[in-house]
């Protein structure tokens, strides 16, 4: 009886055969079922040939054909179900040897994919990839390596699927460069992509106090008692923080372009003179310098945007999706000295990106330079200036935009006699101004900091911040300006211990205290128990 609920036959045939370079590998499987309300067969044939030419070093060459068939039918004659389906795809594949120095593949596939219509199938869409894959490696200096990527999506009947055509170019390129005895190393990640992205709106939550990372500040704007993403400001102490942030993916999509460049460059001439007595290479050989480079451009297809090139930074809003372009340089001096150095470093950080409630533009550039002095071998000397300038532009917020120039000033002299503990007396001068036009905004920091630390299980700080401001404080620059401090004098004092409790428990206790302007203190502790496996 339980025979006759379920009728099937399957049978499977392979072969394969190898000889004088030649590789032929056939499958086949093949289901045929029956059951009181559906008739069903399934077929997959497949076939690999591929050629290795001896006569032309080794070179590959393979081709493949593959198709899979699904049919159910409610009876004999019936139509076809809707999971039916039929694919069908075709591959070519040239391929060099492997070999040390390089090596190089090409292949090209295309797919068909049909639908059920009626008694038949229909040919839906046509997907053709094309793909070439490459290392090169000539010697020990240099090694390059990359694959670049080309679909393309024909509709081959609108009515059958909801699917659009599309086009799609990735890529990738690694290439690392050391040489002159590692005196210059270099390394360089190149990426382009294209693909369709949600559009993201986000949505605040209140959590509780101590428990978010954000902060509403609905009396800086319209006071209206409903929260507006503007709104919205990253919380400058944690036990405030009471909101999170929520990203909910809309329905609606977008296509976008993307194009990313990560470059980093180190030279040390110490390296290329490492024993020499000639005092203009020993002098030379102080220096040394690290640069960084990364761009991450998002675009949508649009004239005139040349979706492969990272350095078009000047997009038009209706173009562009996000953007950034961060750049980090320092030039060293006398680095592995244990008596003194000096750095020079310079930070470019723009940012730019077109939410559903209009591009906000963001900007931030320092030029800093350090200087360390080992006074004895128990008290260091640290100074450390810096010229700033950061700006927010955004396009449905006015009263927040801003451009703040600055300079900074901190020396700080350290004391450690052993390895048991350290004290640190840091002093901070720090002017900042809105260059905005009819815009009046201006701070002057001035602030103590000292610190103590015993073996690294108890650590003890406190600040003293006085703050003279021009401008309204409850304004969302004045906001920026004064980072959640208040004018006039501000104290700022903490403490933690760590204590190990057995062998896999350690606990840490934090007490954190301030007292801005005119507010009441605050005091925040907190205990966490860590287990270590």
Aim: aromatic share 12%; hydrophobic share 30%; net charge positive.
């Amino acid at each position: 009886q339980r025979d006759s609920l379920y009728d099937g036959r399957q049978h499977n045939t392979q072969l394969s055969w190898q000889d004088k370079g030649w590789k032929i590998d056939a499958r086949s499987s093949w289901l045929s079922s029956t059951s009181p309300d559906q008739q069903s067969r399934f077929v997959r044939p497949n076939l690999q040939v591929e050629k290795t030419f001896s006569k032309w070093n080794n070179w590959k060459v393979q081709i493949e054909a593959q198709e899979e068939r699904s049919e159910r039918r409610p009876s004999t004659e019936g139509q076809l179900t809707a999971n039916s389906f039929l694919f069908q795809l075709y591959a070519a594949t040239l391929a060099s040897p492997e070999q040390e120095k390089w090596q190089w593949q090409a292949s090209y596939r295309t797919r068909l994919d049909y639908s059920p219509n009626g008694a038949n199938f229909s040919a839906t869409a046509r997907a053709s990839e094309g793909e070439m894959v490459g290392r090169w490696r000539p010697g020990k200096q240099f090694n390059a390596s990359g694959n670049l990527t080309y679909r393309e999506l024909q509709i081959l009947a609108t009515d059958l699927t909801n699917l659009e055509p599309a086009r799609t170019l990735l890529g990738r390129i690694d290439a690392t460069v050391n040489t002159l005895k590692g005196g210059l190393r270099s390394n360089t990640t190149y990426e382009i992509g294209s693909g369709q992205e949600p559009l993201i709106e986000f949505v605040y939550l209140f959590v509780g106090a101590g428990q978010g990372q954000y902060i509403w500040l609905d009396s800086l704007y319209n006071n209206d008692g409903k929260i507006q993403p503007n709104e919205m400001e990253v919380a400058p102490f944690p036990d405030i923080a009471d909101h999170i942030r929520v990203s909910i993916f809309t329905d609606e999509f977008i296509r976008t372009d993307n194009v990313t460049l990560n470059q980093s460059i180190q030279v040390d001439p110490s390296r290329w003179w490492t024993k020499s007595e000639v005092k203009w290479q020993q002098f030379v050989n102080r220096f040394s310098w690290q640069s960084s480079l990364s761009i991450n451009r998002k675009v949508r297809a649009f004239k005139g945007v040349q979706t492969w090139n990272p350095f078009q930074l000047s997009l038009p809003d209706t173009a562009l999706v996000a953007v950034s372009a961060n750049q980090r340089h320092i030039l060293f001096f006398n680095r592995r000295s244990t008596k003194y150095d000096l750095q020079l470093e310079h930070n470019l950080q723009p940012r730019r990106q077109v939410p559903t409630t209009g591009f906000e533009s963001r900007l931030q550039r320092n030029t800093i330079l350090r200087a360390r002095w080992n006074i004895t071998d128990a008290s260091t000397l640290r100074l450390e200036t810096s010229r700033s300038f950061r700006s927010s532009d955004s396009e449905f917020f006015n009263n927040k935009d801003y451009e703040l120039d600055g300079y900074l000033l901190r020396p700080a002299i350290s004391y450690q006699p052993g390895q048991d503990y350290r004290i640190t007396l840091t002093y901070l001068q720090q002017e900042e101004s809105n260059q905005l036009p009819e815009s009046n905004e201006r701070i002057r920091r001035n602030e103590f900091q000292l610190e103590g630390n015993y073996q690294q299980n108890l650590r003890l700080s406190a600040r003293y911040v006085q703050l003279k401001l021009k401008g309204d404080p409850r304004s969302p620059v004045g906001f920026v300006l004064l980072n959640g401090l208040q004018p006039g004098q501000n104290w700022i004092w903490n403490a933690s211990l760590t204590r190990q409790l057995g062998r896999y428990l350690q606990m840490t206790l934090t007490y954190e205290g301030r007292q801005t302007g005119q507010a009441p203190t605050v005091h925040v502790g907190r205990a966490q128990v860590t287990a270590i496996f």
